[in-house]
């Protein structure tokens, strides 16, 4: 066996290298081809741009696929992706929690660059994405994209914030962060299902409304390349699934009688099955999308990606990785990511190199032929050079700020400050799940890296006073 390079087995120990798609026999799994470490497509020739499809599952944890290594929860679907493309051991939100990382998707930069990214989450309807600030979807579009939102937007309220605001020519979904599934109820207590700037009634589970739109988006005959940001919110809570309309009934009654919060986070109910379900639902939608995909002629020149929006939460499963949703230890910001492109990259292919959420911004708009604003400086790298040309991942720093929490990734090594305001050091090669603190053996990396993290923090906008 050819010698492995630490990081890769770091990478491997907290996937589970798990290679096959579920629901295959034994016999079939064996026969399959294995996974090999990523390398670009040798002579791969510049063609059209290529449509992008970037699905966000919500709270959706490290390992709560099948091909991340979850041992009860089925995804026949986004395995099948994984297969097709490249699945990504050591990929990162941009935070430990929902608007946040938007923020830091679609305007490329850290999310402490905007006054509306210190939110964390977006609670209010003062607090939002600047319009005036250049997306992924308004440098896109200016390159001559077709821009579309379905699903999940949280970067801000109306009448001030909104998609059809910073870039996207269509929106259809939530401006909140959470909603009953059937009543639509939200976080600020009222209806959260809008077309544009206007309402829109359907009082059916959400998902199944969400994937019907995405379905028709992607089916279209359009006339010039695409960008689809298709944001679910499951399996945030509550712990709804489509056989649980009279449990949704009875949270809506909750968020009538003003008990918003104590009713969408659903603290009395789920379970590890219902969990469960709500994730194969998620993975049944993605199918039926890149199945119209497919249908519609334009799967070989799409590049699709997949990922979530920060770690898990009460019921997911995130071994090895210690920590969950809303914090800077692994679980709460290392997360399932896949890409597949059939025109430009082979499939079966893993690869362990770091990467955050802003890199993403950066990689498509190179692969749009979009530029980025030179006054609004991307904090991310594109990837275009590693996944097409076979060149090195740039070497940087990945930086993350929560009130309370830091944390940065160097390499192997992570430095990473608690709430309690204690600092650590840890080597993620050798210890995924965070619990040989190597702070008082290594000093002087430690040193290092608190402050390579505030240099960073020093031109970020501090956060007003709680």
Not at 299 to 311: C, L
Not at 354 to 376: F, H, I, K, M, N
Request: hydrophobic share 35%.
């Amino acid at each position: 066996m050819p010698e492995m390079s630490r990081r890769a087995f770091g990478g491997l120990v907290g996937g589970g290298a798990v290679t096959a798609v579920a629901g295959t026999s034994a016999t079939a799994e064996a026969a399959a081809p294995a996974e090999r470490p990523f390398k670009a497509r040798a002579g791969g020739r510049p063609g059209r741009r290529p449509n992008v499809l970037f699905i966000l599952g919500d709270d959706l944890g490290w390992a709560d696929l099948s091909s991340y290594g979850s041992p009860h929860i089925r995804t026949p679907h986004l395995d099948r992706l994984a297969a097709q493309g490249v699945r990504f051991t050591n990929a990162y939100a941009g935070s430990a929690t929902c608007s946040p990382t938007r923020f830091s998707l679609y305007t490329g930069r850290y999310p402490g660059r905007t006054k509306g990214g210190l939110a964390e989450p977006i609670g209010n309807r003062t607090q939002g994405l600047d319009p005036n600030h250049p997306t992924l979807a308004s440098l896109l579009k200016k390159a001559g994209y077709a821009t579309a939102l379905i699903g999940k937007w949280h970067c801000g309220w109306l009448p001030d914030y909104s998609p059809t605001k910073s870039g996207w020519d269509e929106f259809f979904g939530n401006f909140g962060g959470a909603l009953e599934y059937f009543s639509k109820l939200g976080q600020l207590g009222d209806y959260d299902l809008y077309e544009g700037d206007a309402t829109y009634q359907d009082l059916r589970y959400y998902t199944t409304v969400l994937t019907e739109r995405a379905v028709e988006y992607v089916g279209r005959d359009h006339d010039r390349p695409w960008l689809l940001n298709l944001n679910f919110t499951i399996p945030h809570w509550p712990w709804l699934t489509e056989d649980d309309e009279e449990t949704g009934a009875e949270i809506a009654a909750r968020i009538r009688a003003g008990n918003v919060l104590g009713g969408l986070r659903h603290n009395d109910g789920g379970s590890v099955e219902k969990y469960k379900e709500m994730v194969e639902s998620l993975d049944a939608s993605v199918g039926k999308v890149l199945t119209a995909l497919r249908r519609s002629g334009q799967e070989e020149n799409t590049v699709v990606v997949f990922a979530s929006d920060n770690g898990g939460e009460r019921f997911s499963y995130q071994w090895p990785l210690s920590g969950a949703k809303s914090e800077l230890l692994e679980g709460g910001i290392r997360v399932p990511t896949i890409l597949r492109w059939p025109a430009r990259i082979d499939g079966r292919q893993v690869s362990h190199e770091p990467v955050c959420s802003p890199d993403w911004t950066a990689t498509l708009l190179e692969l749009g032929g979009a530029r980025p604003d030179p006054a609004y400086p991307l904090d991310g790298h594109s990837l275009a050079g590693y996944l097409l040309r076979g060149e090195d991942v740039p070497e940087r720093d990945l930086f993350w700020r929560v009130r309370g929490n830091r944390a940065l990734r160097r390499g192997d090594w992570k430095y990473y400050r608690d709430a309690d305001g204690r600092d650590h050091l840890f080597d993620l090669a050798a210890d995924a799940r965070e619990q040989a603190d190597l702070a008082a053996a290594r000093p002087e990396l430690l040193a290092q890296l608190k402050a390579a993290w505030e240099k960073t923090d020093s031109g970020l906008l501090p956060y007003p006073a709680s």
